[in-house]
């Protein structure tokens, strides 16, 4: 494969809390078969993994920090009406660990996704600000986290309520390929036959928000589908589980993702340059321009 014709390769991480550690073993089997991953773009939990790859941080310490990450790293009690707890904290976790901080520094572009509670749209926060505000914001649960309030006095909550697997956003980079992780898939094994009121409501919840990844899913060129549906969302200390079991999907996908880009460099060889040079135009655009953040 040469680089300089080689196709550029964006990641789509879903949402998904503490099933998000599974996207660290799909990255780390990427990059071991020397899979380049030139964008990110996440949501909720996959904000938080794709964040702290885009800024650098090693993958090893990803790992470590998926193993000793818990709740209460997160959120504490507020007294707030708005939410039962505040999701600070994890602002300032990321800030205290993650080597690089701001969006215009970033060694790879990445994008996090929220939503605007007042009109239920997307925001897009990229390009340029604190990187550890928009993971906190995306991560912002609505109803158990406070909405997190942005400098142009936005209420932002999770980026799972309108695109819980960012593939649009990952696509708005200008990437020839978009690889889309969703750690949802298999939904919640966990509750075997609905047999209760509750179990009826998350089964239902279930189905729209499978409904509602359609269309995102279908936007990408490949999707990595990690067998975590066994797993609670709220279960962080199954880390190296999720981990493994991300590992093992990336794995298994590697053959397809590779033909995927080998078939890209075969089939475009004259035209591919020049429309690589278009895309300074598009590398800036947001899926939903009217709410680009930055």
């Not at 200008?174 to 969703?182: E, F, L, M, S, T």
């Not at 279960?235 to 589980?241: C, I």
């Not at 591919?272 to 429309?275: A, K, S």
């Given at each position: 494969m040469v680089a300089a014709t080689r196709p550029t390769i964006a990641l789509a991480l879903s949402g998904g809390a503490a099933r998000g550690m599974a996207h660290v073993g799909v990255i780390r089997a990427l990059t071991e078969n020397k899979i380049p991953i030139d964008y990110i773009a996440g949501t909720s939990a996959g904000s938080l993994v794709g964040g702290a790859f885009a800024s650098g941080m090693p993958l090893d310490q990803i790992e470590d920090l998926g193993r000793k990450m818990r709740w209460r790293d997160v959120g504490r009690v507020t007294m707030s009406r708005l939410g039962v707890q505040s999701n600070e904290r994890l602002e300032q976790y990321l800030r205290d660990r993650l080597p690089v901080t701001r969006f215009e520094d970033l060694p790879v572009p990445f994008a996090a996704v929220a939503t605007e509670l007042k009109t239920g749209m997307a925001v897009v926060l990229r390009d340029q600000g604190d990187v550890p505000f928009a993971i906190r914001a995306s991560c912002a649960i609505p109803?158990?986290?406070v909405p997190v309030t942005d400098e142009q006095g936005r209420q932002l909550v999770d980026g799972g309520l309108v695109a819980v697997v960012p593939a649009s956003v990952a696509r708005s980079f200008?990437?020839?390929?978009?690889?889309?992780?969703?750690v949802n898939a298999e939904g919640a094994k966990f509750l075997g036959p609905t047999s209760s009121v509750i179990g009826v409501v998350l089964q239902s919840m279930l189905v729209v928000q499978k409904t509602a990844s359609h269309y995102q899913l279908s936007l990408s060129d490949f999707v990595i589908r990690p067998h975590v549906g066994h797993i609670r969302w709220d279960?962080?200390?199954?880390?190296?589980?999720l981990m493994t079991a991300g590992y093992t999907?990336?794995?298994e996908s590697v053959p397809e993702i590779l033909a995927l880009i080998d078939a890209a460099v075969k089939s475009q060889p004259r035209w591919?340059?020049?429309?690589r040079r278009k895309k300074g135009d598009v590398k800036r655009t947001s899926p939903f321009p009217e709410i680009l953040a930055h």
């Open positions: 109803g158990w986290y200008g990437a020839d390929i978009v690889i889309a992780v969703d279960e962080m200390g199954r880390a190296e589980e999907a990336g794995t591919y340059q020049l429309r």
